[in-house]
C-alpha cells in the first residue's frame, strides 16, 4: 500500500518561496510517477507538475519559470520548489503517485497524500 505525506506549506508574502516535500512509503518508489496537483477553495483540482520515474519533468504552463519539481530515490521523496509566489498560487497542495505511467490527470491517479496548505498573501 503505498502512502503519501507531504509537507513544507505556510503562509508566506508574495514573491518569497516555499519547499513542499511528499514523502512516500510502502512501495518501490523508483518505479513512480508522482505529481503535484493544487486546489484553491471553490476550484477544481489542478495539474502543477509531475516527475517520472526516470526523472523527466512535466511542469504545467504556468508554473514553469517558477516551480521546480525533482526527487531523490535514496530519500524516496519528490520535491516542489515553488519561488517567486503569488496570492493565486493560494490553496491546498496534493502527491500523487501512478505506478504506471505518467499523467497531468488528477483522475487517474490511484493514491494520494492529505495535502499541505499554502497561503500567500499580497
Known amino acids: 500500500q503505498v502512502q503519501l505525506a507531504e509537507s513544507g506549506g505556510g503562509l508566506v508574502q508574495a514573491g518569497d518561496s516555499l519547499r513542499l516535500t511528499c514523502a512516500t512509503s510502502?512501495?518501490?518508489?523508483?518505479?513512480?510517477?508522482v505529481g503535484w496537483f493544487r486546489q484553491a477553495p471553490g476550484k477544481e483540482r489542478e495539474f502543477v507538475a509531475a516527475?517520472?520515474?526516470?526523472?523527466?519533468?512535466f511542469p504545467a504552463d504556468f508554473v514553469k519559470d517558477r516551480f521546480t519539481i525533482s526527487r531523490d530515490n535514496t530519500g524516496n521523496t519528490v520535491y516542489l520548489q515553488m519561488n517567486s509566489l503569488k496570492p493565486e498560487d493560494t490553496g491546498v497542495y496534493f502527491c500523487?503517485?501512478?505506478?504506471?505511467?505518467?499523467?497531468?490527470?488528477?483522475?487517474?491517479?490511484?493514491?494520494w497524500g492529505q495535502g499541505t496548505q499554502v497561503t500567500v498573501s499580497s
Open positions: 500523487a503517485v501512478h505506478e504506471g505511467f505518467i499523467t497531468t490527470r488528477s483522475d487517474e491517479y490511484p493514491y
Open positions: 516527475i517520472s520515474w526516470g526523472g523527466a519533468t
Open positions: 510502502g512501495g518501490a518508489f523508483s518505479s513512480y510517477n
